[in-house]
């Protein structure tokens, strides 16, 4: 069974500050999925990753793919109180595209 | 389209009741996912349909869980009869190609379920 580890675990940063998260996996990624959920909703999809060595960029988020993809992270370049949320990494698990979802990394930005 | 559509928003119920979550995909996804989010355990896939035919159950509690989808616009997830231990925070997303092809899911905004 893959185990996706997310870390860390609870991140407080004041505004106009970076952060980095991270997503690590036991064995190969098949396509990544990177969600934010803000209290009271559900999950939200900012970016899929699938290549090897993969940036893709989102205005002030950057999405790294691990040359191996078994790790990846996400950095996001002076942050608002509007990026606070859980942060979750996703990896399809079955044909189907079932996903697995790691436990998250909460993201708490304070003006 | 107005999204995945759950309801209630809000559920608080005795012990040994019956509980019936709602969920309305949206409108040509063919794929339904019922997750359970919890602070101990994160998101848990319960169940999830394809074409309103259940593939995968294996997430499914115990006996007292049962998930249903007789059209493509309705799911329910019923819980009898439920206990305390079943208090969580039940998803439902739904997505076209299965999730995992790049197109993600679309999430509900979730039922918060209180079982006293």
């Known amino acids: 069974t893959q185990l996706l580890e997310q870390s860390p675990q609870f991140l407080s940063i004041q505004e106009g500050e970076n952060l980095t998260v991270y997503c690590n996996s036991s064995s190969v990624f098949s396509s990544l999925q990177w969600y934010r959920q803000e209290p009271g909703e559900g999950p939200v999809l900012l970016v899929t990753?699938?290549?090897?060595?993969e940036v893709k960029k989102l205005k002030r988020l950057t999405f790294q793919f691990g040359d191996a993809r078994k790790d990846s992270s996400l950095h996001i370049t002076a942050a608002q109180p509007g990026d606070t949320g859980l942060y979750l990494c996703a990896d399809s698990t079955d044909s189907w595209g079932k996903l697995q979802f790691g436990a998250g990394t909460q993201v708490v930005v304070t003006p | 389209d107005a999204g995945v559509i759950q309801s209630p928003r809000h559920e608080v119920t005795e012990m040994g009741q019956e509980v019936t979550l709602r969920c309305k995909p949206i409108s040509g996804h063919d794929y339904l996912f019922w997750y359970r989010q919890t602070m101990m355990r994160g998101l848990e896939l319960l169940i999830y349909f394809n074409n309103n035919v259940p593939i995968d159950d294996s997430g499914m509690p115990e006996d007292r869980f049962s998930a249903k989808m007789p059209n493509a616009s309705f799911s329910t997830l019923k819980i009898q009869p439920s206990e305390p231990r079943d208090s969580a925070v039940y998803f439902c997303?739904?997505?076209?190609?299965?999730?995992?092809?790049?197109?993600?899911?679309?999430f509900g905004s979730g039922t918060r379920l209180t079982v006293v």
């Open positions: 997303a739904s997505s076209s190609r299965g999730g995992g092809t790049g197109s993600g899911y679309t």
């Open positions: 990753v699938v290549t090897g060595g």
